[in-house]
């Protein structure tokens, strides 16, 4: 069993910054590919980001791609999402997900993922 925990969220204007965090429970972290998605009122789940097990492969949606970096530390067992120059469409509620994907490679697919957070707010204003 995996447990996640998002934190970093909270209201920043456009253009702004936020970094979010996902600290992860257990001793198989790095088993794991990683991946972000969001979900705003009214709309269906996306993905946003995927990141593989060495924290070498990235995958990213093609909305944020440029703005928004992820990454991992291994020893750590955390996972973040740096995210710059933030729009008011990025506003959503931010969940990591984990999941043990053939050769751990990152993946877009929700349903690869097995294990999810709760979430953390993200708030973007114009």
């Known amino acids: 069993q995996v447990q996640l925990v998002e934190s970093g969220g909270g209201l920043v204007q456009a253009g702004g910054s936020l970094r979010l965090s996902c600290a992860t429970s257990?001793?198989?972290?790095?088993?794991?590919?990683m991946g972000w998605f969001r979900q705003a009122p009214g709309r269906e789940r996306e993905f946003v980001a995927s990141?593989?097990?060495?924290?070498?492969?990235?995958l990213y949606a093609d909305s944020v791609k440029g703005r928004f970096t992820i990454s991992r530390n291994n020893a750590k067992n955390t996972m973040y999402l740096q995210m710059n120059g933030l729009k008011p469409e990025d506003t959503a509620a931010y969940y990591c997900?984990?999941?043990?994907?053939?050769?751990?490679?990152?993946?877009?697919?929700?349903?690869?993922?097995?294990?999810w957070g709760q979430g953390t707010q993200v708030t973007v204003s114009s």
């Open positions: 997900a984990a999941g043990r994907i053939q050769f751990g490679t990152p993946s877009g697919r929700d349903d690869d993922y097995a294990y």
């Open positions: 257990g001793r198989t972290f790095s088993l794991y590919a």
């Open positions: 990141v593989g097990w060495n924290g070498v492969a990235t």
